[in-house]
């Protein structure tokens, strides 16, 4: 259903009407696959589709709800995608985290705005308590990129994720939950039933995948990073409850034993992934499984206590960024990308810097082609708990029209997407324009 605007409230503030029509002309696109932009294009929305690509004219009629945007020859590439991203943890600080609900909610809207404004138009957030945020997205209430809630992370007594004190010792299986657990951040799990059980809560709640942690994490302050958590059945338990919702599970884990747990459990994709070996590359290689990678910046590293046990444990995983980055290229596995920032409002607002450092790695191109049409083949693992159904990560007919215009050719400078406010001149999610700085 249509519904008509207020006077001087801009498109922006709410999800389009269904048969909005905007023309981009005189655009050369890069699609989220090829290597080279196409040749001068038009491409036309209606609603939150692309109806129509072509090097010839594209007529539209002159109605009141229709936008023409000239190109002048600069780039349309699609939306960018953040593969692991924690909404409901950027702006806060690890005590802050599990406080006052509210507040933390009314931080990650604003943050959630500066991230669609960033140019990222859809994020797979790993772990918080985002429902609310997601809903409220999507309802047009605040702006933010795409939502793909895991919910609360699953873990076992002292795994990564479980931020609980020591004086919440001992736990009680069946007894009252900590505010961790509360607010859904995360959920101790300590057996197959237990997993089974708060699998299901997020999926009940909307979850579009599950996120567990195999092994320790930095972050976590009872957790070494050498340490593997869950057991295989424990591991079992969640892929089949997730399976049984047609969706996957994704697996923090750093180490070779915890990667390769979880992939004998029926994982299918690994975050991080920092320590492993040759050969568990080659297993992951060989049997399909994902790698969820990101380039974390030195500051994320630097930002941790000098002496304390997570600036200790971040040393221990930072050499292995480059590696696994080379065993992933070397052994051709499926890889996505991400920025896992946490805690820093200022490391947010590197994001599209983070995704430009890939190219000690990869080419400009191939970095891009990973934030977009590789990182939303991640997304559609969801099957039908996609919470968005159609095609993401391209610009081709029939997707979604989730798209940036940039002001050069990011093929070729791919510094561009670390400077959005100057750079991104259009970002249009759902067919929605929220910024449109092209020159009159």
């Not at 605007?5 to 029509?21: F, K």
């Not at 409901?88 to 500066?114: C, H, W």
């Not at 939502?147 to 069946?174: K, N, W």
């Amino acid at each position: 259903m249509s519904v008509g605007l207020p006077s001087g409230v801009r498109a922006q503030d709410s999800p389009p009407a269904s048969s909005a029509v905007t023309l981009f002309e005189n655009v050369r696109i890069f699609d989220g696959r090829s290597a080279a932009l196409s040749a001068p294009s038009n491409v036309l929305v209606r609603g939150n589709k692309i109806e129509t690509i072509s090097t010839q004219p594209i007529a539209v009629d002159r109605r009141a709800d229709t936008r023409i945007i000239g190109g002048g020859g600069r780039t349309l590439m699609p939306g960018l995608i953040d593969a692991h991203w924690h909404a409901m943890l950027i702006r806060v600080t690890p005590a802050q985290s599990f406080g006052d609900v509210g507040y933390v909610n009314l931080l990650a809207a604003a943050e959630a705005k500066d991230t669609l404004m960033r140019g990222f138009t859809t994020v797979r957030d790993v772990g918080g308590p985002v429902f609310g945020l997601k809903a409220a997205i999507d309802e047009g209430i605040v702006k933010g990129p795409r939502v793909y809630p895991s919910g609360a992370v699953i873990t076992v007594t002292s795994g990564h994720g479980d931020f609980r004190q020591r004086t919440d010792l001992p736990r009680t299986i069946g007894g009252l939950l900590t505010r961790m657990e509360q607010v859904g951040g995360a959920m101790v799990a300590d057996s197959p039933d237990e997993v089974r059980l708060r699998v299901r809560e997020q999926l009940m709640q909307g979850a579009s995948q599950v996120k567990v942690t195999a092994g320790g994490g930095v972050s976590s302050p009872f957790s070494p990073i050498d340490v593997s958590t869950f057991t295989e059945a424990e591991l079992r338990a969640a892929v089949e409850a997730a399976e049984n919702w047609g969706t996957y599970v994704a697996a923090h884990a750093f180490t070779p034993a915890a990667i390769q747990r979880s992939i004998a459990a029926g994982v299918k994709c690994i975050e991080h992934g920092m320590l492993m070996d040759d050969a568990t590359a080659k297993l992951m290689a060989e049997k399909g499984i994902w790698l969820s990678m990101q380039p974390l910046p030195e500051d994320l590293r630097l930002g941790f206590p000098v002496g304390s046990v997570q600036r200790a444990k971040a040393d221990e995983v930072w050499p292995g960024i480059a590696r696994t980055y080379k065993l992933a290229k070397k052994y051709n596995i499926k890889t996505a990308w991400g920025t896992d920032v946490l805690f820093s409002g200022a490391l947010a607002r590197q994001q599209g810097a983070i995704l430009a450092s890939l190219v000690r790695w990869y080419t400009p191109v191939e970095t891009l082609v990973m934030a977009t049409s590789t990182n939303a083949e991640l997304l559609a693992l969801s099957g039908k708990r996609n919470p968005y159904p159609g095609k993401l990560g391209v610009v081709e007919q029939g997707a979604l029209a989730d798209l940036l215009l940039v002001d050069g050719n990011p093929l070729d400078n791919i510094n561009l997407v670390a400077d959005p406010g100057k750079n991104f001149l259009v970002i249009m999610k759902d067919g929605a324009i929220y910024k449109n700085d092209v020159p009159k």
